[in-house]
């Protein structure tokens, strides 16, 4: 029998110096499939079969661009987005902008928590409302007194979960080609209520709380190693801290991407081939994963809302709160004790009871996930527009505002979301 090769060393060390590559960007990435891009995917691919794949294809590179700037932007200035953005915009401008995000993340946690606790009655048979409750204010709890690094190290265990959406792929028949044309755009669905679905896919995907958090991920960063410095202050950093966030975003947003084509491709399979084309409840989506997990679909897929959402809720309560405290000129950071950082918790804390009520407004979890999305999706065009400001600002960014690919594919991202909005909009009042 042949001897099996161990690693060598330097191989070893490229695989540790790869892995310490990953940071900010990957957690971005992971929180972005978080309940409300579950139940987006999900009915996306039971309405429309495989005709809005392309979707995902598309925003790859429009979202990994508008993260690497939300990257650039902490790492060169060191400080939050919205701190950047009042240096060179009127206040009011900013605090309309911040209000716009807390607005948004508000209903996405209250729609995410809501989803948590009707994922747990699935398995459990009972007490939705008392779940929801319970994981709000677990939540909460945890981001007050454990640092998130390694709360997301634990999460990221259930988040796994989601990669049953995968193995579906493989315990089922799917027609390679039909999944083809819907990946390259062939018969792409155009009607009114696909171009609503469009802008839910946008907006769940290149999403205004997943740029503020890269930013101050990047921020944080810079806080915990005393050798590291912003880039305005040490140029000679750079093109090791580029190559880093390059392939950070690159990975975490692949890995996003392709759990939603999994997740898209396997409700088209499931539900829309057998004229399940409209998902209502939590047992709707969960039956995608049947052909895989069989009896224990429902649990699995509770493990991946529940895991998502844990992971998803203090990244959009926490963006809200460094955008509100640094408009406010409060201290800022997640590694701050609750005492420490006043403000700045009691925004978190807001954002999340202020969203509880979401499970007492008789909306169904699932509906509010989805139409949380299709508003991320409208509010991310002015967020999109103030961030290229601020990327090609020499005053925030010095040498290092964004190059022509990045600064290209920045501004792309930010006509394609006005673009489907614009196309939703027209499409809904004709």
Same mark, same amino acid.
Request: no cysteine; glycine share 6%; aromatic share 6%.
């Given at each position: 029998m042949a001897k099996t090769e161990r690693p060598t060393f330097r191989q070893r060390v490229r695989s540790v110096a790869l892995f310490k590559q990953l940071g900010p960007g990957l957690i971005t990435g992971a929180a972005d499939d978080d309940p409300s891009g579950i139940a987006t995917y999900s009915q996306g691919g039971a309405q429309f079969g495989f005709g809005l794949l $392309? &979707? #995902? %294809? +598309?925003t790859f590179p429009l979202m990994a661009a508008?993260? #690497? %700037? /939300? @990257?650039?932007?902490g790492r060169v200035t060191g400080k939050g987005l919205a701190s950047n953005m009042g240096a060179i915009m009127p206040r009011w401008l900013v605090t309309a902008l911040v209000a716009l995000l807390f607005l948004a993340n508000t209903i996405n946690v209250g729609a995410d928590v809501a989803a948590m606790g009707e994922a747990a009655k699935l398995v459990i048979g009972f007490g939705e409302h008392e779940f929801t409750i319970l994981f709000a204010v677990? /939540? %909460? *709890? #945890?981001?007050m007194f454990v640092s998130y690094k390694r709360y997301a190290r634990l999460l990221t265990v259930l988040t796994l979960s989601l990669f049953a959406y995968v193995a579906v792929l493989f315990s089922i028949h799917l027609d390679w080609g039909q999944v083809g044309l819907g990946v390259i755009g062939i018969h792409a669905n155009l009607s009114a209520a696909a171009a609503t679905t469009i802008v839910a896919i946008f907006g769940t995907t290149i999403s205004p709380y997943l740029f503020f958090w890269q930013t101050a991920g990047e921020v944080e960063e810079l806080d915990h190693h005393d050798d590291q410095h912003s880039l305005k202050d040490a140029p000679d950093e750079a093109p090791r801290q580029f190559a880093r966030m390059r392939i950070d975003t690159f990975a975490g947003m692949a890995v996003s991407n *392709?759990? !939603? +084509? @999994?997740?898209?491709? /396997? &409700?088209? @399979?499931t539900l829309h081939a057998v004229g399940k084309t409209d998902?209502? &409840?939590?047992?709707d989506a969960a039956r995608a994963l049947e052909p895989f997990a069989g009896k224990f679909a429902f649990a699995l897929f509770s493990l991946g809302i529940i895991g998502t959402g844990l992971l998803a809720i203090p990244v959009l309560a926490g963006s809200a709160a460094y955008a509100v405290s640094e408009t406010r000129g409060w201290k800022v950071g997640l590694d701050n004790k609750p005492w420490e950082a006043v403000g700045f918790y009691a925004v978190i804390t807001a954002a999340v009871v202020l969203g509880l009520g979401i499970d007492y407004s008789g909306i169904d979890p699932i509906k509010a996930l989805y139409w949380s999305a299709v508003l991320n999706g409208v509010i991310s065009v002015p967020m999109m527009i103030a961030m290229m400001a601020v990327a090609g600002s020499k005053r925030q960014m010095g040498a290092f505002t964004? !190059?022509? +690919? *990045?600064?290209? +594919? !920045? $501004?792309?991202?930010a006509l394609v979301m006005t673009a489907a909005t614009v196309v939703m909009i027209y499409v809904s009042v004709r």
């Open positions: $392309w &979707t #995902l %294809v +598309l508008i993260q #690497l %700037v /939300s @990257a650039h932007i677990v /939540s %909460v *709890l #945890l981001q *392709l759990v !939603g +084509l @999994a997740i898209m491709i /396997s &409700t088209a @399979a998902i209502n &409840t939590a047992a964004a !190059g022509p +690919l *990045l600064k290209f +594919l !920045g $501004w792309a991202s």
